[in-house]
């Protein structure tokens, strides 16, 4: 009801309404064919003056994007706003940043021209609010992308909104660094806040980075109501733990890209759980996340085998072991940034670059002063690098023989039990088929005895069957004497033993027997009364025919 109300409302100082619907069927009832935006074919019920019209020919699209700067459409008025974006009735993408003289009529009135072919929606910098969205996404029933990047009204009510109105279609949402988003506007997005526990399940891309008031429940919820994310930016939420990793793991099993800058309270725990369960993972960012260690990165290494690019820029727990580990399984590799790693040194980085197939440079910076013994104590982890990869490379050897070894005893042992279990089964329907034949002939040779018994069996048994079937009718024949016989004895023995209850069992015979007599007695009086009262009435009518002959 109020979102009628304010559609009329909206409609009563030009009826744009009623302009609006008839173009709406102008453009349904004419053949779809392209042709170029030009201002002079708009219908000749709307009157442009010459500001809307100076927009409209510095904005010529037909589907889209239409990017408009705010100082322009502050210029008009609201009613002027209107009639600019009544024009575009087939535009499917809309950009306007840094909007703060929002008008929910304007907004309105964008989703009734545009209704559901707007597709993609970019807000980001304006002063959007619960009340603005709910005006926009009323009509847009295939909004597709939404975008409100530092918006400084968007709230965990504008989260309800989006999910009530945008959860059939909407795939991108970005509410990057919104500072009034919490935990439970993102509790609403995963359907865990509400009654009819309605969340973004097509969700693909969500990016709330450098939302600071996120924490770990808001991205479990996210994880159980999103299962299709293939994009996610949490970018500096201090607060999350591995405890949302986990979640995320398990949920959104599809993962490709995610960035994870600034999250310092994740350890190698959360990065076991990725390199596990995010086999098509593409692209990581792992920068500032100074708790991880070699152990997590070498579990991303031999599980993410698609990785393509990942940023370990100031993690100073890490060293050229998990690097190597890098090179060797993800041979798709193409961008890794260690800025600040200070256990990784130039000649490593060569090392790196010369197992990497597409990587033709690498540049390591160290700070401007070098400590004390720098490059000897550089030299030295140089050379326990490189024993350390011959010790490598000759135990991946040793395990690859050893695993090819382990193969061929495997075939071998399996060809011998598929022989054994082939055997197993000639020999078992070999004893069944010999099984079966000793019983054929058993009852071959049986056969006459078996014949015999079951003559005299039959025999007997019709004899028995019909010895029965005379019973039964004797005992059907007897059964209503019986009957009979145990009625009386029963009622003589009850009035014997209930002398009071026969005397009042008599005494009730007798009055139903008096009141069938006089019920009987009834119907003869009504017949004599009516024969009387005739005579009666032929002799009143006698004496009155006399009198008037006398």
């Not at 009135?109 to 559901?116: A, D, K, L």
């Not at 009141?515 to 009834?522: G, L, P, S």
């Not at 009086?525 to 009143?540: D, E, F, S, T, W």
Request: charged share 25%.
């Amino acid at each position: 009801m109020e979102l009628a109300r304010q559609e009329r409302e909206l409609a009563k100082p030009i009826n744009w309404g009623e302009r609006i619907y008839a173009s709406m069927k102008r453009s349904e009832s004419a053949p779809l064919k392209t042709q170029e935006f030009r201002p002079y074919q708009l219908s000749k019920t709307l009157t442009l003056d010459s500001a809307v019209r100076k927009l409209l020919e510095d904005h010529p699209t037909i589907h889209g994007p239409l990017t408009i700067s705010p100082d322009s459409l502050d210029e008009l008025s609201e009613e002027e706003q209107c009639a600019f974006f009544a024009c575009y009735t087939q535009l499917q993408s809309i950009v306007l940043h840094r909007w703060m003289n929002i008008s929910k009529n304007v907004l309105r009135c964008i989703s009734i021209t545009f209704g559901e072919g707007l597709l993609e929606a970019d807000f980001s910098h304006s002063a959007m609010t619960s009340a603005h969205l709910e005006a926009l996404l009323v009509r847009a029933e295939k909004i597709h992308t939404l975008r409100l990047n530092r918006c400084p009204l968007i709230n965990t009510q504008a989260c309800n909104v989006i999910t009530a109105l945008a959860n059939r279609s909407l795939t991108a949402l970005s509410l990057h660094a919104v500072p009034n988003l919490s935990t439970e506007g993102l509790m609403w997005i995963g359907g865990a806040a509400g009654v009819a526990g309605r969340s973004l399940r097509k969700l693909r891309i969500l990016d709330v980075g450098e939302c600071v008031d996120i924490e770990d429940r808001g991205v479990i919820a996210v994880a159980r109501g999103c299962p299709k994310l293939r994009m996610l930016n949490l970018e500096e939420l201090h607060n999350l733990t591995d405890a949302s990793l986990a979640a995320l793991t398990e949920g959104c099993a599809d993962m490709q890209v995610i960035n994870l800058t600034g999250c310092q309270k994740l350890t190698n725990k959360s990065i076991v759980a990725i390199g596990k369960r995010w086999s098509k993972l593409v692209s990581i960012n792992l920068s500032r996340c100074r708790s991880i260690t070699d152990k997590g990165l070498k579990n991303i290494a031999f599980g993410c085998k698609a990785l393509q690019a990942i940023n370990l820029a100031g993690l100073l727990k890490i060293s050229e072991e998990s690097m190597f580990c890098l090179a060797d399984q993800c041979k798709g590799l193409l961008t890794m940034n260690l800025t600040g790693c200070e256990r990784i040194t130039i000649n490593g980085l060569d090392h790196l670059v010369q197992g990497l197939s597409f990587v033709e440079k690498a540049v390591s910076f160290f700070g401007f002063k070098p400590m004390d013994q720098y490059i000897a104590m550089r030299l030295d982890s140089q050379l326990r690098m490189i024993e350390q990869r011959d010790i490598y490379i000759v135990e991946q050897e040793r395990q690859r023989q050893e695993e090819a070894a382990e193969e061929v005893r495997r075939v071998e042992d399996q060809r011998l039990f598929h022989a054994a279990k082939t055997i197993q089964g000639y020999l078992y329907r070999y004893k069944m088929r010999m099984r079966f034949y000793r019983m054929w002939v058993d009852r071959t040779e049986r056969a006459a005895a078996s014949f015999v018994q079951r003559l005299y069996r039959g025999y007997l048994g019709r004899l028995q069957a019909t010895r029965r079937r005379r019973e039964r009718d004797a005992f059907l024949q007897l059964s209503p004497y019986a009957v009979l016989l145990q009625k009386t004895v029963r009622a003589f023995l009850c009035r014997i033993r209930h002398g009071l209850i026969s005397r009042k069992i008599r005494e009730m015979y007798m009055l139903r027997q008096r009141e069938a007599i006089q019920a009987m007695m009834v119907p003869i009086q009504c017949q004599v009364r009516k024969y009387l009262a005739r005579k009666r009435v032929h002799a009143i009518r006698q004496l009155h025919i006399r009198r008037q002959l006398n």
